[in-house]
């Protein structure tokens, strides 16, 4: 716990480091009260470094010295200097070997920073900066050297002793003891680091890589889980495939390794060779996982495996750099995830998450750029920024050079930086050189925070038959930046005639056949295209499948949005105009009388998407799902959720009510035959059948009841009997409510990853989530203050998702927030900074709840010996 304020960090000061690291080689010693690591380090200086004079300084985090010794030669007291932090020599050679051995408790490590205890098995997690718990070193991404790890525990309680890269000695030891030796032939950074050592069940598999090499898979878990690998390994085996087809990388060590964890603060960590995952994201069987969750699982296998070459194999310089291999991976796990399911479904996921919670952080006080210029605590900086914006940011490199020029970018990346800590520049650099392409422009989007604005406006020349649109682009200011420059925008459009289909797009001086959609490059403050040879006037299709990160605003018509629900020949646009027509609908409701007219046209437009079979019902299932309240705050200047929720929910029961018949048909037809699959097809149907049933329970309509507790009863799956749980749970029927809770969580209650399910889906509900059923579920026996997923799904979800509980106007959840985030500040103050966030965006909500936001956060603020983490995001909440 710190005293005096944290200290900002900036990327203008960065240094190449004074020493170099070539080899690393550890010895752990684990026992139950504490563990002993030997670490001897062959370091030279850095011939790049200008600083020829520099004392060593390596970092350290609450560890114990034992003793440190340079060339085999023990050091004195007064040869070196321990600060805590920091352990600084004056005076070393030119090349030298370091050996220091400290000792460590991993099973009081709360933090799950470094090495530590879960469950009974030890784990790691090193990034960004966890590897400096373990021994002294310097931690830092562009210091890379090769590891090598022999690990030494009792036989009987850890058998399986894992580290990085091959397993080259093992062996038994005095005491029923054994070791087993580890060596990672690919130098590293420290953050990379991992160490598994528990009693847990291996699964096996093997990958034929393109270069007819065998691989060697394993999955090791608790013996509970060994029938929920499965899905995981497959994952693991086309993602494999599909990064070999598609990016031309082939996995380059003889074994990969996945880990599952219970305890753990992130959903999975790329360590080479040995992925941790949080058992959350990873474990799944047809009884206990969504199809959310297993759709959720194979991306995240996916993106970790990627890492292999996009994070690993060429990292990061600094973590400023976070979003090089957080944006670039992430956009590969999303084209991944695009070619085995629905594309457009894809794209409407990403695309809401982004919207919803990317640009809220964009609008509010954390906002920075993707490659941020400062941070006080890196953990803060895991933000949909450097990911979900900075893979959005690669999408628009690819769709400025297209896919072939865009592939000669990435090999052109890989190679050139193979073994090296690089920056985002060098990425840009890499794609500019493959391509001929001047990206200079295109850079803003690292370096300028905030979503852009484009105000769009439009005029028609039936004379002459042109078509003129013009666009002006805006970015509002963020914290610490004003007055920012025009960033270049791809912007995908079509235009369509009066009869719905796509007219060609004539600009002025094109002369061969103009196509039906255009990527139109924006790079000025206002731009004017002019169409020619539009016969009447058009309907635009704009910003077709999301091309940019940016806000659209163009006044729009009813008539208008709802010809492109059914025209647009672009799947996401389509959806898009449903969600903006219900978006319209929805705010003119907000503060209204309650007898205010909902328009007909949005009951007939649903009413169409649930009775024409012969729509892709993968597009249908996400066309019915209202906007959620989180985006309509989003949209909101300043937001009364009280008011949004029942806005929202009079119009969801309002179209339960006209088309309580069709629901009732939808959720009959819907019904599934056969085998359980996880197929866009499969998920579709079930989603709307799950859709159906919801909307029935909101109105109270028996028939509806009935099919839900059938369906509870019933189900083989665990889509289907969470879909029915949570349309009782969020209904009026009570006894049968708390009926279905109990039974679910008899049922279930040994298996803590359904338990998350179970807590999560009373949080989050406003029916069995107010504020006094949430503090009975913080003392129910299966909640566990030391594990995330269980804060998550209970604290996390109150917060996050059951809005009109959470922002009751008298304050009482933000004081319960607040109260919570004091309480796990001191053990885990990770966990602890994100749950801050909802309250971080006070300045979005409507006076009478900004200002007893405001109070929650001085409250936490006033904290004694608050963490760094913690003390960053209010402060920076607080200020301005
Ligand atoms: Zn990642």
Not at 157 to 183: C, I, K, M, Q
Not at 484 to 500: E, M, R, W, Y
Not at 626 to 645: C, G
Request: aromatic share 10%; charged share 25%.
């Amino acid at each position: 716990m710190r005293t005096s304020q944290p200290q900002t960090i900036y990327l203008s000061d960065y240094k190449v480091p004074a020493y170099l690291v070539d080899t690393v080689d550890l010895r752990f010693e684990l026992f139950e009260d504490g563990a002993r690591v030997h670490s001897t380090l062959a370091i030279r200086r850095n011939p790049d470094s200008q600083e020829s004079a520099a004392p060593l300084e390596l970092d350290g985090d609450s560890l114990v010295l034992e003793s440190v010794a340079l060339d085999g030669t023990a050091l004195s007291d007064g040869d070196y200097e321990n600060r805590g932090e920091q352990l600084v020599i004056r005076s070393v050679p030119e090349r030298f070997s370091l050996s220091v051995v400290t000792w460590i408790e991993p099973q009081n490590n709360t933090r799950l920073e470094g090495l530590y205890k879960s469950s009974g098995m030890f784990c790691t997690q090193c990034e960004a900066e966890g590897f400096r718990c373990i021994t002294f070193f310097p931690d830092r991404p562009d210091v890379m050297a090769r590891f090598r790890t022999r690990i030494e525990a009792d036989r009987e309680a850890y058998p399986v002793l894992l580290s990085n890269g091959n397993d080259v000695d093992r062996g038994e030891l005095d005491d029923g003891r054994h070791f087993v030796t580890w060596e990672d032939p690919f130098p590293k950074p420290c953050y990379l680091f991992a160490l598994v050592a528990g009693d847990l069940v291996e699964k096996r598999d093997t990958f034929t890589t393109c270069s007819g090499r065998d691989i060697d898979l394993r999955m090791y878990v608790e013996p509970r889980n060994a029938e929920k690998c499965d899905h995981a390994m497959d994952s693991l085996k086309r993602s494999m495939r599909w990064d070999e087809d598609v990016y031309g990388r082939e996995y380059d060590l003889d074994i990969f390794m996945i880990v599952a964890v219970d305890d753990f603060n992130m959903g999975a960590m790329e360590n080479k060779g040995l992925n941790i995952f949080n058992s959350s994201c990873v474990l799944a069987s047809q009884e206990t996982a969504t199809d959310l969750a297993f759709q959720r699982i194979e991306a995240i296998v996916a993106h970790e495996y990627f890492h292999n070459w996009s994070g690993n194999r060429v990292t990061c310089r600094d973590w400023f750099q976070l979003s090089l291999k957080e944006g670039f991976t992430v956009f590969r796990d999303s084209q991944f995830s695009a070619d085995m399911g629905s594309p457009t479904v894809k794209r409407i996921e990403d695309v809401t998450l982004l919207r919803t919670a990317q640009f809220a952080e964009d609008g509010g006080p954390m906002a920075h750029p993707v490659r941020p210029a400062s941070y006080m605590e890196i953990s803060n900086f895991y933000t949909l920024t450097i990911y979900e914006k900075g893979a959005e940011v690669v999408r628009m490199i690819h769709t400025l050079l297209g896919p072939d020029l865009f592939r000669k970018g990435s090999d052109l990346y890989f190679q050139r930086h193979d073994g090296q800590a690089v920056t985002t520049d060098d990425f840009v650099r890499a794609m500019e050189d493959a391509s001929g392409r001047d990206l200079s422009q295109f850079r803003l989007w690292y370096e300028q925070a905030g979503t852009p604005v484009l105000t769009v406006s439009d005029e028609f020349d039936e004379g002459r038959g042109v078509y003129r649109l013009t666009i002006e682009q805006t970015i509002p200011d963020t914290p610490g930046q004003s007055n920012k420059k025009p960033q270049h925008i791809p912007f995908a459009l079509g235009l369509l005639g009066s009869d719905g289909q796509p007219l060609p797009l004539r600009l002025s001086g094109d002369e061969t056949e103009a196509p039906t959609e255009r990527v139109l490059e924006l790079t000025e403050g206002v731009h004017t295209f002019e169409f020619h040879g539009i016969p009447s006037e058009p309907v635009p299709s704009l910003l077709r499948h999301f091309s940019a990160p940016v806000r659209v605003r163009y006044p729009w018509t009813r008539e208008q949005m709802l010809f492109l629900m059914n025209h647009d020949p672009d799947g996401f646009n389509r959806w898009d105009a449903g969600q903006r027509l219900a978006v319209d609908v929805i705010q003119r409701l907000i503060g209204s009388p309650d007898d205010a007219a909902i328009d007909p046209r949005l009951v007939e437009a649903y009413r169409k998407l649930i009775t024409d079979t012969g729509l892709d019902q993968a597009l249908v299932a996400k066309m019915l799902q209202l906007p959620s309240e989180a985006y309509l705050i989003e949209l909101a200047e300043s937001a009364d959720v009280p008011a949004i929720h029942r806005a929202r929910e009079r119009v969801l029961e309002h179209l339960a009510v006209a088309l309580r018949d069709e629901l009732v048909a939808c959720y009959q037809r819907q019904h599934d035959s056969g085998a359980y699959e996880v197929t866009p097809e499969a998920i579709a149907r079930r989603s709307l059948r799950n859709t159906a049933l919801g909307w029935l329970l909101m109105i109270n309509d028996d028939e509806g009841r009935a099919l839900a507790v059938r369906q509870l009863n019933e189900a083989d799956n665990m889509t289907d009997r969470m879909g029915a749980l949570r349309a009782l749970v969020n209904s009026d029927y009570e006894a049968d409510r708390r009926q279905a809770l109990d039974d679910f969580y008899d049922r279930f209650r040994d298996d803590p990853q359904v338990v998350e399910q179970w807590f999560s889906v009373q949080a989050a509900s406003d029916r069995a989530g107010q504020l006094s059923d949430i503090e009975q579920l913080l003392v129910h026996p299966a909640f566990d203050w030391k594990n995330p997923n269980k804060i998550r799904s209970v604290i996390g979800s109150f917060a996050g998702q059951n809005l009109a509980a959470f922002h009751n106007p008298d304050g009482s959840g933000y004081r319960f927030l607040a109260d919570q985030v004091c309480r796990l500040d001191d053990s885990n103050p990770q966990i602890a900074a994100r749950l801050v966030t909802p309250l971080t965006r006070w300045r979005k909500f409507a006076p009478a709840y900004s200002s007893q936001m405001q109070s929650a956060l001085e409250r936490i603020r006033d904290k004694e010996g608050l963490s760094r983490d913690v003390y960053e995001v209010v402060h920076k909440s607080l200020a301005g």
